[in-house]
């Protein structure tokens, strides 16, 4: 029995830091926030499971994934071709997270940067998007627009070759 409560006292602990890290990154992600405003979030900086990174996301969020080829658990998945990056704006999370492992699906619209790497906006027409967790590679901070169409990128500017997609 001593075994037992230790244990059940860290699993207490881990799941209350848990939710205080989604508490602060929930109202820090807002459009009136200060601390995190100028950070990408990567996904090789978070973990698995109910650490992920789209365990963070919410609707709204711009983000960048890969495409083409990609690793799951060390196996190549995906259309066989090339690595290529992917900007979206998350629309709807539909997601299940264990404690090491992510499941489901992240949909959005497909956004393109401007040649400043500063501006985003919505490709028009519309190109709804559909993808997994396990191709998620960052959280871009953005501050949407009134009519949400266009964004102002709130970080160092974007480049396509600053992601490293892994293949």
């Not at 690793?71 to 998350?90: K, Q």
Request: net charge negative; hydrophobic share 40%.
């Amino acid at each position: 029995m001593m075994k037992v409560i230790p244990l059940l006292i860290m699993l207490d602990i881990t799941a209350v830091a848990f939710q205080m890290r989604r508490a602060i990154l929930s109202t820090f992600s807002r459009k009136n926030h200060l601390l995190f405003a100028s950070m990408i979030e990567y996904q090789e900086n978070c973990g698995r499971g109910d650490k992920h990174l789209s365990a963070y996301l919410e609707d709204g969020d711009l983000v960048v994934y890969q495409a083409g080829s990609w690793l799951v658990d060390g196996v190549e998945v995906g259309d066989g071709t090339d690595p290529y990056v992917v900007y979206a704006r998350i629309d709807s999370i539909q997601l299940v997270w264990t404690h090491n492992c992510e499941h489901g699906v992240l949909r959005g619209f497909q956004i393109e940067m401007d040649e400043s790497g500063r501006d985003a906006k919505l490709v028009d027409p519309l190109t709804e998007l559909q993808f997994g967790p396990e191709q998620l590679i960052a959280k871009i901070p953005v501050h949407w627009g009134e009519s949400d169409n266009f964004g102002k990128i709130s970080c160092e500017p974007i480049r396509d070759n600053m992601w490293n997609p892994i293949i």
